[in-house]
């Protein structure tokens, strides 16, 4: 089967840094995605790390273990705009299959 | 907004219509998936096309659920008797099969009530 696992909620103040992980047991994996989703919006891509490592965008950084079978996203100088919910998702299969997580819902406050 | 677009935006049917939703991603886009989504839950993958030709469909989808896009532009996907356990947002995306970041972009997504 597929899984994957990430915490369902994480709270933090503006400006600070927060990390949200993903944890995944796939048949294959060929890739890690991270899409960000606002109340009542469509998901948007944010990155993706098919190697191990760290990839750096602007505020948001993610970062693959393969061997680990994790990854990362973190979010740096956080701003009330990112107030959203944040899902991984394992491209599993050689093909276009992509498995999401169930999302971590972060909560930014003043 | 994306560039990809949904219609329509809601629908709201009884238990055993048909319904047909339309999905138009952005143009140059060869790649193009629709998803499901409920509440409170990631993304579920329904299937995926590659131009014209649907190149994968989930193992869970049911057969009362078929996708089309004849033309390699627009896609349609079609619930046959529908269900209440059918309630959910579906989501269609798009990305370009050169994509080193396989990044698919989302359409607003159709929200079908099924009383």
């Known amino acids: 089967g597929q899984s994957l696992e990430q915490p369902s909620e994480v709270t933090a103040v503006e400006g600070a840094i927060v990390q949200i992980n993903c944890t995944y047991q796939?048949?294959?994996?060929?890739?890690l995605s991270w899409y960000q989703q606002h109340d009542g919006g469509a998901p948007t891509f944010l990155s993706y790390?098919?190697?191990?490592g760290l990839e750096e965008t602007g505020r948001f950084s993610s970062f693959l273990s393969r061997s680990d079978s994790y990854g990362y996203l973190l979010l740096q100088e956080l701003q009330m705009k990112d107030s959203a919910s944040y899902f991984c998702?394992?491209?599993?299969?050689?093909?276009?299959?992509?498995?999401f997580g169930p999302g971590t819902r972060l909560s930014v406050l003043p | 907004d994306t560039g990809v677009s949904q219609d329509p935006r809601h629908k709201i049917t009884k238990r055993g219509q048909n319904v047909t939703f339309r999905c138009d991603p952005i143009?140059?886009?060869?790649?193009l998936y629709w998803y499901r989504q409920t509440l409170g839950q990631g993304p579920e993958f329904l299937t995926y096309?590659?131009?014209?030709?649907?190149?994968?469909k989930s193992r869970l989808l049911s057969d009362r659920f078929s996708a089309e896009r004849p033309k390699g532009s627009f896609s349609t996907l079609e619930i046959q008797r529908t269900e209440q356990g059918d309630s959910a947002m579906y989501l269609c995306?798009?990305?370009?099969?050169?994509?080193?970041?396989?990044?698919?972009?989302f359409g607003p997504g159709t929200r079908l009530t099924v009383l």
């Open positions: 995306a798009s990305s370009l099969a050169s994509s080193t970041g396989n990044e698919q972009f």
């Open positions: 796939t048949s294959g994996f060929y890739g």
């Open positions: 790390n098919a190697l191990d």
């Open positions: 998702a394992v491209r599993a299969d050689y093909g276009q299959n992509f498995v």
């Open positions: 143009s140059e886009h060869n790649r």
């Open positions: 096309f590659q131009n014209e030709a649907q190149l994968e």
